[in-house]
């Protein structure tokens, strides 16, 4: 079967049948069991979803910032123009996420910071983007990972996401994607990050899948947006050329990670009714209770699961293409 441009809903439909993962939920699950089984079953089969603090939501706010500016029209526009754009989707999703729902907090993220550290963002990298064309931005897509013919037997799956952006290399002549990550951090660390990071090796994956002749890799971007600190150096840019290899050994883990997920929640089904059994089979990673802030479960696993534990939890309602007006779909 071949690449096809589906609406959302269209692709939903077709692919009802089959379960579905995502580079959180794989993350989550090799995180730590027990986060997976907080997140992605709950204590009493409603999963809970994660909080997100004000550093994720100005996050997001800088990432429709890109979006605006990278988005494949606009991308045409001259330069003032797609400023324009981007400042447009940055103020939108400062109001969705901040101005409504946190209206009487005291927020330390302020909303012209941010515009600050865009513009400084899109100065840096613009001659360098001149090489690039965009040819497609926000790419959903569905990818079916099936057994192949003389493969071990597993339960098929789909595998969503989203790609910030597909690029054609000027210089090259070869198709790429292009990737952009926030940190606080060093972002020559996060970029080191990423680049042995499954979910780089994901987006090749997906764009090999794409019926794009030329894949030539992945562009990685990181950028360290702040509240308040001042420091040099703040965007670091890389090209990684990936192979089919690469694309295949993700496909080889993701498979992997699935199955040993199914397994934990086939045994936990046998202790059914027997809360204390179920818990014991999703073990606790404790190194990861502070690693990005404290865990949202932290309460639920020092004290168990108790009505003052579980207040303040809501439903996980999330899904990965909620944002996305098409997605493009492989079943190869
Ligand atoms: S608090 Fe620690 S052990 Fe518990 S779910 Fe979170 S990361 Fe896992």
Not at 57 to 65: D, L, M, V
Not at 177 to 205: H, I, N, W
Request: charged share 25%; hydrophobic share 40%; with cysteine.
């Amino acid at each position: 079967m071949s690449a096809e441009r589906l609406t959302v809903q269209q692709a939903l439909d077709k692919f009802a049948e089959y379960e579905w993962y995502d580079n959180h939920k794989t993350e989550v699950i090799q995180s730590c069991h027990r986060k997976g089984y907080h997140h992605l079953i709950g204590p009493f089969g409603t999963p809970l979803a994660m909080r997100v603090g004000d550093a994720a939501k100005f996050g997001s706010c800088w990432h429709a910032g890109l979006a605006g500016y990278y988005e494949r029209h606009n991308a045409q526009l001259v330069y003032e123009k797609r400023l324009v754009r981007s400042a447009l989707r940055y103020n939108q999703e400062w109001q969705k996420q901040f101005a409504i729902a946190n209206a009487q907090l005291q927020n330390r993220y302020k909303i012209a910071r941010g515009m600050q550290q865009l513009l400084l963002y899109f100065d840096h990298f613009r001659n360098e983007d001149e090489f690039f064309e965009v040819i497609d931005s926000e790419v959903g897509f569905i990818y079916l990972v099936r057994p192949r013919p003389a493969e071990l037997l597993f339960k098929p799956f789909i595998y969503v996401g989203t790609l910030d952006r597909v690029l054609r290399r000027q210089t090259m002549r070869d198709v790429v994607v292009g990737e952009t990550k926030t940190c606080s951090g060093d972002p020559a660390m996060r970029l080191k990050e990423m680049r042995l990071d499954r979910q780089t090796q994901g987006y090749f994956k997906m764009l090999q899948s794409m019926d794009i002749d030329r894949v030539g890799g992945v562009v990685l971007d990181a950028a360290q947006i702040t509240a308040t600190k001042i420091t040099n150096d703040v965007f670091c840019r890389d090209f990684v050329q990936l192979k089919d290899l690469d694309g295949e050994q993700w496909r080889l883990e993701t498979i992997e990670i699935v199955e040993q997920w199914r397994h934990l929640r086939e045994r936990a089904r046998l202790f059914t009714g027997d809360n204390q059994r179920v818990l014991a089979v999703f073990d606790k990673r404790t190194k990861e209770c502070t690693h990005y802030g404290l865990c949202p479960f932290y309460d639920m696993c020092l004290y168990g699961v108790t009505a003052d534990t579980l207040a303040g939890h809501s439903p996980n309602l999330w899904h990965p293409l909620k944002e996305n007006a098409e997605v493009i779909t492989d079943a190869s």
